[in-house]
C-alpha cells in the first residue's frame, strides 16, 4: 500500500536507536524526508547513515536533550513545520511509590508529558493552518493496564494521552490527527534492560529471563521494532485522516480488557 506521504516531514523525537529510529526508518521508507534526535552524536550519525543506506531518504541529525527547554527549542528550530510528529522519549525506571521522590516524579513528567507537549503545541498550529497533519506519541501499554512497578512512567503517560484526546477534538477538522502506541514487550534496549534487571533478581540467565518474559505475553514471543514501526507509519498515513483520538495497544494479544 502507498501510504501517500512521500515528501511529507517528519519529525521523530529520540530516535538514535529502538523504537524511535524504527519510526524514521519506516517513514524514511515510505519517501519522507526525516529529522531525528538524540543526545549522542555518534550514535545519531550512525542511525542516519543506517536509514539513509537502506532507504535512500533524506535524513537530518538534532543533537538535543528533550528533557530541557533548550533541547527542545533545537530540536523544534531545526523542523520548525513538520507534517508529521513522532513523540518518543525514554521512560523512568521501575520501582515502588516509596522510591520516587519529589525530584522523581518531576523528572518523570518532563521526560514523559511535558517534553512531548511542549513539542506538539509547538508545531500542531502550522498543522492546522496546512490542513495536514498526523501526530503519534509512543506511550506504554501500561497506560491502560498498569502495574505497581511501573507507576510513575504509567502517570506521566497517562497525562500525555488524556491532553491527546483532549486536543485531538479540535485539530481533527483540519486533517490533523493524534493517536498514541501503546507498546509492551519489543525487543529494544529497554526491552533487554528489563530482562538484565529480572536476572539479578532471580539470579538466572539473560537467555532464562527472556523466557520468563516472553512466556507472559500471549504470542509468546517478543514483538519487533519493524512491526511497532509499520503501525506507526499506518497513523502517519493518508489513509487515516479519519482516525484520532485513539490508542493502539501492540502487545502480542496480552491485554486482557475489552476496551
Given at each position: 500500500?502507498?501510504?501517500?506521504?512521500?515528501?511529507?516531514?517528519?519529525?521523530?523525537m529520540?530516535s538514535?536507536?529502538?523504537?524511535?529510529?524504527?519510526?524514521?526508518?519506516?517513514?524514511?521508507?515510505e519517501?519522507c524526508?526525516?529529522?531525528i534526535?538524540?543526545?549522542d552524536?555518534?550514535?545519531?550519525?550512525?542511525?542516519?547513515?543506517?536509514?539513509?543506506?537502506?532507504?535512500?531518504?533524506?535524513?537530518?541529525t538534532?543533537?538535543?536533550?528533550?528533557?530541557t527547554?533548550?533541547?527542545?527549542e533545537?530540536?523544534?528550530?531545526?523542523?520548525?513545520?513538520p507534517?508529521i510528529?513522532v513523540?518518543?522519549?525514554?521512560?523512568?525506571?521501575?520501582?515502588?511509590?516509596?522510591?520516587?521522590?519529589?525530584?522523581?516524579?518531576?523528572?518523570a513528567?518532563e521526560?514523559?508529558?511535558?517534553?512531548p507537549?511542549?513539542?506538539?503545541?509547538?508545531?500542531?498550529?502550522?498543522?492546522?493552518?496546512?490542513?495536514?497533519?498526523?501526530?503519534?506519541?509512543?506511550?506504554?501499554?501500561?497506560?491502560?493496564?498498569p502495574v505497581?512497578?511501573?507507576g510513575?512512567?504509567?502517570?506521566?503517560r497517562?497525562?500525555?494521552?488524556a491532553?491527546?484526546?483532549?486536543?485531538?477534538?479540535?485539530?481533527?477538522r483540519?486533517?490533523?490527527?493524534?493517536?498514541?502506541?501503546?507498546?509492551?514487550r519489543?525487543?529494544?534496549?529497554?526491552?533487554?534492560?528489563?530482562?538484565?534487571?529480572?536476572?539479578?533478581?532471580q539470579?538466572?540467565?539473560?537467555?532464562?529471563?527472556?523466557?520468563?518474559?516472553?512466556?507472559?505475553?500471549?504470542?509468546k514471543?517478543?514483538g519487533?521494532?519493524?512491526?511497532?514501526?509499520?503501525?506507526?507509519?499506518?497513523?502517519?498515513?493518508?489513509?487515516?485522516?479519519?482516525?484520532?483520538?485513539?490508542?493502539l495497544?501492540?502487545?502480542?494479544?496480552?491485554y486482557?480488557g475489552?476496551?
Amino acid at each position: 500500500m502507498d501510504l501517500g506521504i512521500k515528501g511529507r516531514r517528519a519529525l521523530v523525537m529520540a530516535s538514535s536507536q529502538g523504537l524511535g529510529k524504527a519510526c524514521a526508518m519506516a517513514l524514511a521508507s515510505e519517501g519522507c524526508e526525516v529529522w531525528i534526535n538524540g543526545r549522542d552524536e555518534t550514535r545519531l550519525a550512525a542511525a542516519a547513515e543506517e536509514i539513509r543506506a537502506a532507504t535512500g531518504a533524506e535524513v537530518h541529525t538534532v543533537v538535543a536533550d528533550l528533557n530541557t527547554a533548550t533541547g527542545r527549542e533545537r530540536l523544534v528550530s531545526a523542523c520548525p513545520d513538520p507534517d508529521i510528529l513522532v513523540t518518543n522519549n525514554g521512560g523512568p525506571s521501575p520501582g515502588t511509590i516509596d522510591q520516587w521522590d519529589h525530584a522523581a516524579w518531576l523528572a518523570a513528567l518532563e521526560a514523559n508529558l511535558l517534553a512531548p507537549v511542549l513539542v506538539l503545541r509547538s508545531v500542531l498550529p502550522g498543522m492546522v493552518q496546512r490542513k495536514f497533519g498526523r501526530i503519534v506519541n509512543v506511550t506504554s501499554a501500561m497506560v491502560k493496564a498498569p502495574v505497581p512497578v511501573m507507576g510513575l512512567s504509567t502517570a506521566a503517560r497517562a497525562g500525555l494521552v488524556a491532553l491527546s484526546k483532549a486536543v485531538s477534538h479540535d485539530v481533527a477538522r483540519h486533517n490533523v490527527t493524534i493517536n498514541n502506541l501503546l507498546p509492551e514487550r519489543i525487543d529494544t534496549d529497554r526491552q533487554r534492560y528489563m530482562a538484565e534487571r529480572m536476572m539479578k533478581e532471580q539470579g538466572c540467565s539473560l537467555e532464562e529471563a527472556r523466557r520468563q518474559i516472553a512466556d507472559t505475553i500471549s504470542a509468546k514471543r517478543f514483538g519487533r521494532p519493524e512491526e511497532f514501526a509499520a503501525a506507526c507509519a499506518f497513523f502517519c498515513s493518508a489513509q487515516a485522516g479519519f482516525i484520532s483520538g485513539q490508542n493502539l495497544q501492540l502487545d502480542g494479544g496480552s491485554y486482557t480488557g475489552l476496551v
